[in-house]
């Protein structure tokens, strides 16, 4: 009984409908209810960012359409080989890629940012159709790049992330040196027998099972002051995979905050997915579609969710360019964290192969 009885008898219908309105009494009343704020966010950001050794540049980048997106360099000092941008997953943000940012920026910039509608980025409304959505994120790259003045990158993408990525690398190639996909979300068709389906996650079922039609990550913010113990009652791993940085919560933190703000890129997602393992445009069908001469490399955990067969399905769809597939032994949905020095040594051998 208790709390998570209560949800299950509608607590997310109501979620559902609150965060459908976002005028009147409702919208004064939620932040109040939830103790978050981007000032939070911000605090704790920092929290985490003054664990870097090299030397960062952390600010907003403004977009001609007023939006800003929320950027941290590292090493912008080191401008004689190819950037390395990092496209964090769905509900991370630039805080999550701290195990990884020294070793990758030890011989080349690094640029690491909050997708609009995550993190510290501006949270505008998306078109509610997945095509519309899809290419909000991927023109919001573009422009990022565009003002931030990087001629081309090697590009990185986690989950969600290297959904985006690979759809950015279809309309802009030329911009793109070498994709790397980590553990990447939405590239298979969904299979019709349900026996083809790997189980998620015992966190995302403890979740789904009384979600219903509401956004993923509802939960956290109708649950109000009880929202921060959610994250570390759903997710006590994350402070595992940090605890050589942190031995308190701040991870866990920062988690929470990140998405206890409004809901943008979330509702985005939402859009983009048949439910949360599938993409409603997968991008199995479309990744023929990248220039040939883009080389892909694939960085999958061996205990992850996600179908560690994509790489093998997107090696056969394109038999004439460079397509490497691995697995990281000891690592699952989160490869970054999970083994972050094994994960760090393959990103800079990619990173060297380029320049």
């Not at 509608?117 to 505008?124: E, K, T």
């Not at 490399?297 to 997107?314: E, F, L």
Request: net charge neutral; aromatic share 10%; proline share 7%.
């Amino acid at each position: 009984m208790g709390w998570l009885a209560l949800t299950r008898q509608g607590l997310f219908t109501m979620a559902d409908d609150l965060e459908q309105q976002p005028q009147g009494w409702l919208s004064s009343w939620l932040p109040a209810w939830r103790p978050t704020s981007m000032s939070q966010l911000k605090n704790v950001e920092a929290r985490i960012l003054q664990c870097l050794q090299n030397k960062f540049l952390a600010r907003y980048v403004s977009l001609p359409n007023q939006n800003k997106i929320w950027t941290v360099t590292v090493s912008p000092e080191q401008k004689d080989r190819t950037p390395l941008v990092m496209v964090h997953g769905f509900g991370g943000g630039v805080g999550l890629w701290i195990l990884n940012m020294d070793s990758l920026s030890a011989r080349r910039t690094l640029h690491t940012f909050d997708l609009l509608g995550f993190g510290r980025s501006s949270r505008p409304a998306f078109p509610r159709d997945p095509e519309g959505a899809e290419d909000e994120f991927v023109t919001s790259i573009e422009t990022w790049r565009e003002t931030m003045g990087i001629p081309s990158m090697i590009l990185l993408g986690h989950s969600l992330g290297g959904f985006l990525a690979t759809s950015y690398s279809i309309k802009y190639p030329e911009r793109v040196k070498h994709l790397i996909l980590v553990d990447p979300w939405g590239f298979p068709l969904r299979p019709t027998d349900p026996s083809e389906i790997r189980a998620p996650p015992t966190w995302f079922k403890a979740v789904a099972s009384v979600l219903g039609r509401s956004n993923p990550l509802a939960v956290l913010r109708v649950a109000g002051p009880w929202g921060p113990g959610l994250v570390q009652r759903f997710r006590p791993d994350f402070k595992r995979k940090f605890a050589d940085f942190f031995e308190d919560d701040t991870i866990s933190e920062y988690i929470y905050h990140c998405n206890a703000q409004n809901p943008s890129g979330e509702t985005a997602f939402k859009a983009m997915m048949e439910s949360f393992g599938w993409a409603r445009r997968p991008m199995l069908e479309r990744i023929h579609l990248i220039r040939r001469d883009v080389p892909i490399t694939m960085i999958y955990g061996a205990n992850t969710w996600i179908d560690t067969s994509t790489g093998k399905k997107v090696k056969m769809q394109r038999p004439d360019s460079y397509v490497r597939d691995m697995e990281i032994e000891g690592a699952s949905h989160h490869v970054y964290a999970d083994q972050p020095h094994i994960f760090n040594a393959v990103v800079e051998e990619i990173c060297d192969s380029v320049d």
